[in-house]
Protein backbone atom coordinates (compact mmCIF):
# COMPACT_ATOMS: atom_id res chain seq x y z
CA UNK A 1 0.00 0.00 0.00
CA UNK A 2 1.39 3.25 -1.08
CA UNK A 3 0.98 4.82 2.27
CA UNK A 4 2.75 2.29 4.09
CA UNK A 5 5.75 3.53 1.91
CA UNK A 6 5.19 6.61 2.59
CA UNK A 7 5.60 6.13 6.61
CA UNK A 8 8.41 3.84 6.41
CA UNK A 9 9.99 6.34 3.82
CA UNK A 10 9.51 9.39 6.22
CA UNK A 11 10.70 6.73 9.61
CA UNK A 12 13.46 5.64 7.58
CA UNK A 13 14.42 9.23 6.66
CA UNK A 14 14.24 10.36 10.42
CA UNK A 15 16.54 7.07 11.42
CA UNK A 16 19.20 8.62 9.22
CA UNK A 17 18.17 5.21 7.01
CA UNK A 18 18.26 7.69 3.77
CA UNK A 19 19.08 4.89 1.06
CA UNK A 20 15.79 3.08 2.26
CA UNK A 21 14.01 6.08 2.22
CA UNK A 22 14.77 7.13 -0.89
CA UNK A 23 13.38 3.97 -2.46
CA UNK A 24 10.49 4.29 -0.06
CA UNK A 25 9.76 7.80 -1.19
CA UNK A 26 10.82 6.75 -4.91
CA UNK A 27 8.04 3.82 -5.17
CA UNK A 28 5.06 6.21 -3.05
CA UNK A 29 5.47 9.08 -6.12
CA UNK A 30 5.34 6.49 -8.55
CA UNK A 31 1.92 5.17 -6.92
CA UNK A 32 0.12 7.95 -5.49
CA UNK A 33 -0.06 10.90 -8.05
CA UNK A 34 -2.53 12.85 -5.96
CA UNK A 35 -1.24 16.61 -5.85
CA UNK A 36 -1.85 16.86 -1.84
CA UNK A 37 0.40 17.92 1.19
CA UNK A 38 1.11 13.85 0.94
CA UNK A 39 2.93 14.14 -2.36
CA UNK A 40 4.01 17.39 -2.19
CA UNK A 41 6.16 16.63 1.18
CA UNK A 42 7.41 13.39 0.07
CA UNK A 43 8.89 15.21 -3.15
CA UNK A 44 10.54 17.89 -0.65
CA UNK A 45 11.97 14.88 1.62
CA UNK A 46 13.24 13.30 -1.61
CA UNK A 47 14.71 16.73 -3.01
CA UNK A 48 16.51 16.68 0.48
CA UNK A 49 18.06 13.41 0.09
CA UNK A 50 19.09 13.74 -3.20
CA UNK A 51 21.02 17.19 -2.51
CA UNK A 52 24.33 16.45 -3.33
CA UNK A 53 25.57 20.04 -2.34
CA UNK A 54 25.67 18.95 0.83
CA UNK A 55 23.24 22.31 1.91
CA UNK A 56 20.29 19.70 3.75
CA UNK A 57 23.05 17.78 5.35
CA UNK A 58 21.56 18.69 8.53
CA UNK A 59 18.25 16.59 8.20
CA UNK A 60 15.31 17.89 10.20
CA UNK A 61 11.87 16.62 10.69
CA UNK A 62 9.63 17.10 7.81
CA UNK A 63 6.42 19.09 8.36
CA UNK A 64 3.34 17.38 8.46
CA UNK A 65 1.08 16.85 5.33
CA UNK A 66 -1.44 20.08 5.21
CA UNK A 67 0.09 21.85 7.74
Known amino acids: ?15 GQHDLARRNLSEFLRLY ?3 DGWRSNGI ?5 LND ?10 PREPGS
Request: charged share 25%; aromatic share 12%.
Open 1 to 15: HYMALYHAAMAEYML
Open 33 to 35: NAN
Open 52 to 61: STGRQSEFKR
Open 44 to 48: EILRR
